[in-house]
Nanobody, 126 residues
Framework: QVPLVESGGGSAQIGGSLKLSCTTS????????MGWFRQTPGKEREGVVV???????TTGLAVARRVTITRDTANNTVHLQMNNLKPEDTGMYFC????????????????????WGQGIQVTVSS
């Protein structure tokens, strides 16, 4: 079992910011592509952003220029900073890790990621 412990999230106003974090084991952090997906009401699960071990990022069009993902090597944690939040950002956010690959060759396809966190709720309102 790959540990993916999500934190942060919660509620924010339109135009506000939130930061999500995902902590995993040292081995997973140093050897796997990781990232975030989300499940918003009425939509299929979609990729937000993923990051390879070399910091190469792939970002979803729906959140382009509003999110930043970073790798915190000291704490084996991936952070997702979301800015200029919109109501359509409301949903459940999931941390993911690839089953074996260092580089995110799976892109933003949900089926390409073997390991998923429990999910954390983000609610954006006026």
């Amino acid at each position: 079992q790959v540990p993916l412990v999500e934190s942060g999230g919660g509620s924010a106003q339109i135009g506000g910011s939130l930061k999500l974090s995902c902590t995993t084991s040292r081995d997973v952090f140093r050897t796997r592509c990781m990232g975030w997906f989300r499940q918003t009401p009425g939509k299929e699960r979609e990729g937000v952003v993923v990051i390879s071990v070399d910091d190469t990022r792939t970002t979803g069009l729906a959140v382009a220029r509003r999110v930043t993902i970073t790798r915190d090597t000291a704490n084996n944690t991936v952070h997702l900073q979301m800015n200029n939040l919109k109501p359509e950002d409301t949903g459940m956010y999931f941390c993911v890790a690839d089953g074996s690959r260092r580089y995110c060759t799976g892109g933003l396809g949900a089926k390409n990621y073997e390991h998923w966190g429990q999910g954390i709720q983000v609610t954006v309102s006026s």
